[in-house]
């Protein structure tokens, strides 16, 4: 088998993944990784769209490390930048003394950013760029409570997680979590759209102290939930009515996952701010809330000691790669490499509805879900494909959805041969 594609030489996990899965299991929180006989492997390097395992397997990453690898893991102009920065300043004061890099990403990120999305505040993870937005629509409007969407992740800081949509993950620090969203239903694509607008309005309407709607284009955690068309121009124009900040989480969405540079651009939509993280930075934790400057303007200028902040707040290893991951995307035109693969990948996905075990595919660009008849199934293709040199990725709600999100650079071939492990995997897999 070329080195281009997966290559199992042994039992998996093979005895190194074993022994570093023990030692996971001696020393880390519990509630962390999931570690079974037959599950997982330990990661030693990753280039492109292929990972290698402790014992030298190799595998094809249809999961994109969770959509973060956008341009391939280790992508060469990414590491080169993060190598050259390292070599000349690995850390800052960021809210203190700025350095060359944060101006220059800031006002990068302000020339990419829909509409007049120009201000920025940067965080380490998405919970971050959440919890700023949030910070920012109550100083803006006066009012704390918020419409969210079951379904919904958002990230699990306890400054995110009260906006989060999926109950087990709040049910367990509800004494923690202030009751202050209301949730309503995210529509999917065969979804009234009258319905769901409706839905919104009434809470809209029924609640004074709604200050802000924090919501994803499209729900990835959440399994790849697709709305109809015409419900975020909705949502932007209930915004607009009643006065509320309009927050929406492009983290797993942005930087051209769905054949746009923002998901919000396919229906022309400007949100008061954005949210993202995940491929920003090429691998490197970061994140960013970019809003327009009218809402943005109610945080008060800093006279010394900053209203909210972090040490590593705009880290110029992570402002660096960041700017090599724009290059990149401009350069190799990434953006309309997805727009291109969007008809055939949807082609080449419709038959997996064949099998008597999948009961839906959905998804735009190089972000699609597989819905199964329940999670056990999904977890044995998840398991049977990590077999077969696949690594995959179980989601949804309840378990029942394994969403695909591969590198956006995957070659061609490479693709084809993931897609054909996983048909394969999907018919022999009870």
């Not at 990434?334 to 595919?361: K, N, S």
């Amino acid at each position: 088998m070329s080195e281009r594609f997966e290559h199992i030489a042994g039992p998996i996990p093979g005895p190194k993944s074993r022994a570093l899965n023990a030692l996971v299991a001696q020393y880390e929180a519990p509630g962390v990784t999931y570690i079974a006989d037959d599950y997982p492997i330990a990661w030693t390097s990753a280039h492109g769209a292929l990972v290698t395992d402790a014992d030298g397997n190799r595998y094809i990453d249809l999961t994109g490390a969770f959509s973060v690898a956008a341009l391939g893991h280790t992508n060469d102009a990414v590491t080169a930048a993060i190598t050259a920065q390292a070599k000349r300043l690995v850390h800052g004061m960021g809210d203190v003394h700025p350095t060359d890099v944060k101006a220059r990403l800031l006002a990068r990120l302000a020339a990419i950013a829909p509409g007049d999305c120009s201000k920025t505040y940067f965080g380490s993870n998405g919970a971050d760029a959440i919890e700023f937005a949030l910070k920012t629509a109550l100083l803006a409007t006066g009012r704390p409570r918020v419409l969210s969407y079951e379904g919904a992740y958002h990230g699990l800081s306890l400054g995110a997680l009260p906006v989060g949509g999926i109950a087990r993950f709040r049910e367990p620090f509800a004494p923690l979590v202030d009751e202050r969203a209301t949730f309503i239903p995210f529509p999917g694509a065969t979804d009234s759209l009258d319905a769901a607008l409706a839905n919104a309005r009434a809470v809209l309407a029924g609640d004074a102290q709604i200050g802000a709607v924090v919501l994803e284009p499209i729900q990835g955690r959440g399994g790849v939930i697709v709305p109809p068309a015409g419900f975020l121009p909705g949502i932007r124009a209930l915004c607009d009515e009643f006065r509320c900040v309009m927050i929406l989480d492009e983290i797993y969405t942005g930087y051209g996952r769905t054949g746009t540079m923002w998901a919000c651009e396919r229906e022309n939509v400007v949100p008061d701010i954005l949210c993202i993280g995940k491929a920003i930075a090429g691998g490197v934790p970061f994140s960013a809330a970019i809003g327009r400057p009218a809402v943005i303007d109610a945080w008060p200028r800093s006279e010394g000691e900053a209203l909210h902040t972090a040490t590593f707040l705009g880290n110029p290893l992570a402002c660096a790669a960041a700017l090599a991951v724009l290059d990149v995307f401009e350069r190799d035109g990434v953006v309309a490499g997805v727009a291109r693969r969007d008809p055939w990948l949807r082609e080449r996905l419709a038959p997996l509805r064949r099998h008597a075990t999948v009961t839906d595919v959905r998804g735009i660009g190089m972000l699609w879900a597989i819905e199964f008849t329940d999670a056990g199934v999904a977890n044995r293709v998840v398991r049977a494909g990590l077999q077969r040199g696949l690594i995959l990725l179980q989601s949804g709600v309840n378990g029942t959805s394994i969403t695909l999100a591969p590198p956006l650079t995957i070659e061609d071939d490479q693709l084809e041969r993931a897609l054909a492990l996983l048909d394969r995997t999907i018919e022999e897999t009870p």
